[in-house]
């Protein structure tokens, strides 16, 4: 994936590649302008400049096929139903993943109100991989879970960048970014700042 100058009224201009198979991870301080980045990227928010898959332009292709392939996955994922098979199947694929990430069988069937907050994230992760995305953009996905649970996420993800899957993390855990990082940037005030963290 490749990113030019892309900017709005809150952030920018970022320029920054990310091949497949490889994974950015982005830092910075709370407010810096790391959600608004991948909101951009997904075209979930107004912006000029470029962002190109494999190198066809977002704005060449219709806004529903940019989004199953760019996937943003943020910080407070949605749920639009309280019931979690009305998100995603109760079939092989998806019990492949939750096994994956650690998580029982039963929460296909537990209401959404009443998983724990890493559930819930780990279900949105789910739910974003079934989708079958070629860049994955996530904002702080491990942030509600304890240290073995974020290593399962982190093996899951490192097997898809082997698989050719592009990945752009944000993350404030600079141990995660030690083990996850291909590329850093740090962004600052809506700017990626001029040397990688
Ligand atoms: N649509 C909008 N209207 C007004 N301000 C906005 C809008 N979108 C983003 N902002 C502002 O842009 C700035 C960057 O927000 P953003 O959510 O990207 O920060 P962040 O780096 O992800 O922070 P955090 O680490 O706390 O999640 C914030 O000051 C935010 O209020």
């Known amino acids: 994936m490749s990113v030019r100058g892309l900017r709005n009224a809150h952030a920018g201009p970022f320029t920054v ?11 910075g301080m709370s407010g810096a302008g790391k959600s608004v980045l ?5 075209d979930l928010d107004p912006h000029q400049g470029l962002v ?12 529903h096929q940019w989004r199953r392939r760019v996937l943003y996955l943020p910080a407070e994922p949605g749920w639009w139903s309280d019931i979690v098979l009305d998100h995603v199947s109760d079939d092989t694929a998806t019990r492949a993943l939750l096994d994956r990430l650690g998580l029982r ?9 009443r998983l724990s907050t890493g559930e819930r994230q780990r279900l949105a992760l789910v739910r974003g991989l079934l989708r079958g995305p070629c860049v994955l953009l996530l904002d702080e996905p491990c942030s509600a879970l304890d240290d073995a649970t ?6 899951l993800l490192r097997d898809l960048k082997a698989q050719g899957l592009a990945l752009v993390l944000v993350s404030h855990d600079q141990a ?10 740090y962004m600052t005030s809506g700017r990626f700042t001029e040397d990688a963290a």
Not at 176 to 185: I, S
């Open 150 to 155: 974020t290593r399962k996420v982190e093996a």
């Open 17 to 27: 590649d990310v091949p497949r198979g490889e994974c950015l991870v982005v830092a």
């Open 176 to 185: 995660q970014a030690d083990r996850m990082a291909d590329r850093r940037r």
């Open 38 to 42: 991948l909101r951009m990227i997904a």
């Open 52 to 63: 190109a898959l494999d190198g066809v332009a977002c704005a060449d292709m219709p806004a």
């Open 105 to 113: 069988e039963s929460v296909l069937r537990t209401p959404v109100h």
